[in-house]
């Protein structure tokens, strides 16, 4: 059993107490040098994205969409996004490495599963899926997702080929399927990293719009 990431050797053997406790035993993915490059977000949080905020106030950019909304979601973060994170989404999302879904998937769903009872997964486009062959938030989590979320015409710019300007004003690209599906639901969105949130409150505002209960958003970096 080798590390995900640097192909290392993992010298894990279940203890006793392991073998005793009840459910699938969990063995590591990753190394501990890998597992440590990864940064989780330090010190009070913001309700709003998960990033460290002073004495856990919403920050600048959460302020912003509550004015602009006049709403915000409460949004779950994993890790920071640094230089660790974006090797591994360049890896994962855009070389295509299906493997490495498995490096944070036990993490984000257990905790998707502590925040409601609906999840929904930010959608790719048609022409994603076909050059990709998967959808890189779906892939992250062991859950069954509600299909409420569909990308609407012939598809989304990569938001990591624009500028902060070009991202917010990006236009609506989602639609939905059918309200009924989170209608009077307790929903979790789930995406894999946010950055402006333009596209995570996209795919919000149209959940909100039909009919969630609640909505809460798990992010593994931001």
């Known amino acids: 059993m080798n590390c995900l990431l640097c192909n290392r050797r993992l010298?894990?053997?279940p203890s006793f107490a392991?073998?005793?406790l009840p459910g699938a035993l969990h063995p590591p993915v990753?190394?501990?040098?890998?597992q440590a490059s990864f940064a989780p977000w330090p010190g009070s949080h913001c309700p709003g994205c998960g990033r460290t905020s002073h004495e856990g106030r919403l920050c600048a950019e959460c302020r912003d969409w509550q004015d602009r909304l006049g709403w915000y979601v409460p949004v779950t973060s994993c890790y920071q996004y640094n230089q660790a994170m974006k090797d591994f989404m360049h890896r994962y999302k855009f070389l295509g490495d299906y493997r490495l879904r498995a490096t944070f998937q036990r993490e984000l769903t257990e905790k998707a599963r502590a925040l409601g009872d609906c999840f929904v997964a930010v959608p790719v486009s048609a022409e994603t899926m076909v050059t990709r062959g998967f959808n890189q938030v779906a892939g992250m989590v062991d859950l069954p997702l509600t299909p409420a979320l569909v990308v609407a015409g012939k598809g989304k710019t990569r938001q990591s080929e624009k500028g902060r300007a070009a991202?917010?004003?990006t236009p609506q690209p989602f639609?939905?399927?059918?309200p009924a599906l989170v209608a009077g639901k307790r929903v979790v969105l789930i995406?894999?990293?946010?950055t402006t949130g333009r596209t995570?409150?996209?795919a919000a505002t149209l959940l909100r719009a039909a009919g969630a209960a609640q909505l809460r958003g798990l992010v593994l970096a931001a």
């Open 167 to 169: 991202r917010l004003a």
């Open 191 to 194: 995406d894999d990293v946010m």
């Open 30 to 34: 990753l190394c501990p040098t890998c």
């Open 200 to 202: 995570f409150y996209h």
């Open 175 to 178: 639609a939905l399927t059918n």
């Open 11 to 13: 010298n894990w053997r």
């Open 18 to 20: 392991d073998l005793l």
